[in-house]
């Protein structure tokens, strides 16, 4: 099966084309122009070059979150135009577990703590271990806070192998509370668009309609649009 897979969840953007768990090629893209500039001509190129058209493409898979907000509505969207406009099945999968196939690098029995910056002292993470080679998830997606997640893990044996784009703040955390990790390499932190497809080879394919995005919380502005609401019917409860 021939997979489209787009990354656009944090600073970096990725496409890649695969051939089952093969990967035939990967163009990452980290200038700092907008996801929406750079997703379909890097697709575009990346097709031209290995011989391939769209109408080639058996599966669209794009990471649905969590991240960014604005560069997991562009990724989705991305897809979703393009598997209705080609008429092919489409998939969503998390960006915390794509992630975590750059871990399989560390070998049978490795813990790995996978880390997205969600500002507020808090990251978007999951945790994996890898058995038999593949990934094994012992926690679902969350927001959860700097100081409780290096909590949870001091009462585990084994350092964790920090992945993701939030690995260095969250190392910087664990450091400062005594705690033991490992920082993955730089090239193994950065989320890609092959961890995707291999991610999308572990779900049931959809349809463009199927592929929404994942946010976990509220946005900023949401977030202050509800507490303006809150203080306002405050004010009104206490006026005479």
């Avoid at 970096?12 to 122009?33: P, R, W």
């Avoid at 500039?37 to 649905?64: C, I, Q, Y």
């Avoid at 399989?104 to 790995?112: D, H, I, K, Q």
């Avoid at 002292?121 to 094994?136: C, D, P």
Wanted: glycine residues 8%.
């Amino acid at each position: 099966m021939l997979t489209l897979a787009f990354e656009s969840s944090a600073k970096a953007a990725s496409v890649a084309l695969c051939d089952g768990g093969t990967l035939l090629a990967q163009a990452t893209q980290t200038c700092g122009l907008t996801h929406s500039v750079t997703l379909l001509p890097m697709a575009r190129d990346l097709l031209k070059n290995s011989g391939h058209t769209l109408e080639d493409v058996d599966l669209f898979a794009v990471a649905h979150g969590p991240g960014s907000f604005t560069g997991i509505r562009i990724g989705v969207s991305t897809v979703k135009g393009l598997a209705w406009g080609c008429d092919k099945p489409a998939v969503g999968v998390s960006t915390l577990e794509a992630m975590a196939y750059n871990g399989l690098a560390f070998g049978e029995g490795a813990l790995l703590c996978c880390v997205m910056d969600a500002r507020r002292q808090q990251v978007y993470n999951a945790l994996f271990t890898i058995e038999s080679g593949t990934l094994k998830r012992l926690c679902p997606d969350r927001a959860i806070a700097l100081e409780e997640l290096a909590a949870e893990l001091k009462t585990v044996e084994q350092p964790p192998h920090l992945i993701g784009d939030g690995a260095a703040l969250t190392m910087e955390h664990f450091i400062a509370a005594g705690l033991t990790a490992v920082l993955a390499p730089e090239p193994l932190r950065t989320q890609s668009a092959y961890g995707v497809a291999l991610a999308a080879m572990e779900q049931t394919p959809g349809t463009a309609d199927d592929v929404l995005p994942v946010y976990l919380r509220l946005s900023q502005a949401e977030r202050e649009r509800q507490e303006r609401m809150s203080n306002s019917n405050k004010e009104e409860e206490t006026m005479p």
